[in-house]
């Protein structure tokens, strides 16, 4: 059990719900749930939680501690917004999935193994090493480094041929960079004129033109061309 865990129980003793409300995003509304079970009707995975989300608040406030936070449940979320849009209450069910299981990543309590946060664990290192996700170097770490093994990766090769045709995949960006070797120029490809010429005129429209930003770098004829500064 780790200290961060330990010291959580030690504060909130006697209210697990106390705890949530104070550390979990958006844990406050977890109280307004009125059991009508319409979030787990709605989630398009509802058959395969362990404990639905009107469950969860249930236990939540019943103090079932343990049993939530280690519970797989909440790593089920796909983020599909089914149940933030039929809740009658309008609770922010999504954004309390979540983070009830980023809370127990961080108490070091999360389900061992659990596919779901072993995948957002290998995306989130891979992208902190270069700003942007190395869709090669994702893809070999899933499925070598954690033991999906070559039968799995196998099974997914006609993505991998689709995502190399529709250059999405470059097999040099295992040897350095999002686009390794291949010729700059197809950056621009990347971002059409159309679509960045776009984007600058939405920024003006809401006054935000001082904060558009582009996800990647673009060749400076094109961004001039874009009226967008590159």
């Known amino acids: 059990m780790s200290d961060m865990n330990t010291a959580m129980i030690d504060q909130y003793r006697n209210s697990f719900l106390s705890e949530v409300e104070a550390n979990v995003e958006e844990g406050e509304w977890v109280k307004m749930c009125m059991q009508c079970g319409v979030c787990a009707g709605s989630c398009p995975l509802g058959d395969a939680w362990e404990h639905t989300p009107q469950k969860i608040f249930m236990m939540i406030r019943a103090g079932k501690r343990d049993e939530v936070l280690q519970s797989d449940s909440m790593w089920m979320c796909t983020s599909c917004y089914n149940c933030i849009v039929r809740c009658p209450?309008?609770?922010?069910?999504?954004?309390?999935?979540?983070?009830?299981?980023h809370y127990a990543k961080r108490l070091g309590i999360a389900p061992k193994g659990q596919p779901t946060a072993k995948f957002a664990q290998l995306f989130w290192d891979n992208l902190m090493k270069k700003g942007?996700?190395?869709?090669?170097?994702?893809?070999?770490?899933?499925?070598?480094?954690?033991?999906e093994g070559m039968k799995t990766a196998l099974k997914n090769k006609d993505i991998g041929l689709a995502m190399w045709k529709a250059k999405r995949l470059?097999?040099?960006?295992?040897?350095?960079?999002?686009?390794?070797?291949?010729?700059?120029?197809?950056?621009?490809?990347?971002?059409?004129?159309?679509?960045?010429?776009?984007?600058?005129?939405?920024?003006?429209?809401?006054?935000?033109?001082d904060r558009l930003t582009l996800a990647m770098r673009v060749p400076q004829t094109d961004a001039r061309k874009s009226g967008v500064e590159a």
């Open 89 to 101: 209450r309008e609770l922010p069910i999504t954004h309390i999935m979540h983070g009830l299981a």
């Open 132 to 147: 942007r996700v190395n869709e090669l170097k994702l893809g070999v770490d899933l499925y070598f480094k954690v033991g």
């Open 170 to 209: 470059n097999p040099m960006e295992f040897f350095g960079g999002q686009y390794g070797m291949w010729d700059a120029g197809l950056l621009a490809t990347d971002i059409s004129e159309k679509a960045l010429a776009l984007a600058a005129e939405n920024a003006e429209r809401l006054g935000v033109s």
